[in-house]
């Protein structure tokens, strides 16, 4: 079956420290997404990549970093520069960059800072 | 800048009733498009709708509805007879393209609904 998978589900940290959250999808897309979600609220986008080895900041990039070396992979690191990590994180996919192109979502990582 | 509003935090009513979440939104862009999306207890956003700024109109899938209006810059959400199954969070959002051509998409607050039984 196609589609997005996140990993963990549930991840703890302690201040201080980074944490990577993984997302893989076999959808063939060129076009990943990270995604914050806030209890109230609605999503925010972090990064966003286009293809391969590319890859821009969203609206709320700062303390989080990415990479794309992998056209099926787009792991985000939240780093000890990031105020306040506690939040469900979504990874998304659409097969191209069109404003057209629905985006598909994985299941989340709801990360947890101690 | 683009913006999505859904007025309604939460809406809780009772099995059967119908239940219409409204959704406005502001942009500069003659061309754009809409999308609705369905967040059940799991977590996972699962696509609903698309509509693009030309077609206005309206469409029905089984017990959805949705209603386009560009002359109030909203697309509201109806769905009739509901069920239980229905209750999740509902989110509605404008695609725009960034700088760099790509598509982003903003999101309203969402909408949680609640159908007891």
């Known amino acids: 079956d196609g589609g997005i998978t996140q990993s963990p589900k549930y991840l703890f940290r302690k201040e201080g420290q980074n944490v990577t959250l993984s997302c893989e999808q076999n959808l063939n897309h060129d076009a990943m997404y990270w995604y914050r979600q806030d209890p109230g609220q609605g999503l925010r986008l972090i990064y966003y990549?286009?293809?391969?080895?590319?890859?821009q900041k969203g609206d709320i990039a700062e303390g989080y970093s990415v990479s794309r070396e992998k056209k099926e992979s787009f792991p985000l690191t939240v780093t000890s520069a990031q105020k306040n990590p506690t939040a469900f994180y979504l990874c998304?996919?659409?097969?191209?960059?069109?404003?057209?192109?629905?985006?598909?979502f994985g299941p989340g990582t709801r990360l947890t800072v101690l | 800048a683009q913006k999505v509003t859904q007025a309604q935090t939460e809406i809780s009513v009772v099995e059967k009733e119908d239940v219409t979440l409204d959704c406005v939104y502001e942009t500069r862009d003659t061309t754009y498009y809409l999308f609705w999306y369905k967040q059940p207890p799991s977590g996972e956003l699962v696509f609903l709708i698309r509509?693009?700024?030309?077609?206005?109109q309206n469409e029905i899938s089984g017990r959805y509805s949705w209603n386009f209006q560009k002359s109030t810059s909203s697309f509201n959400f109806t769905i009739t007879a509901s069920q239980v199954v229905d209750s999740a969070v509902y989110f509605c959002a404008l695609s725009e393209v960034s700088i760099q051509g790509a598509q982003k998409l903003v999101f309203g607050q969402g909408t949680r609904l609640t159908i007891n039984p």
């Open positions: 509509r693009n700024s030309f077609d206005e």
């Open positions: 990549s286009q293809i391969v080895n590319d890859f």
């Open positions: 998304a996919s659409s097969i191209g960059t069109s404003p057209y192109n629905e985006q598909f």
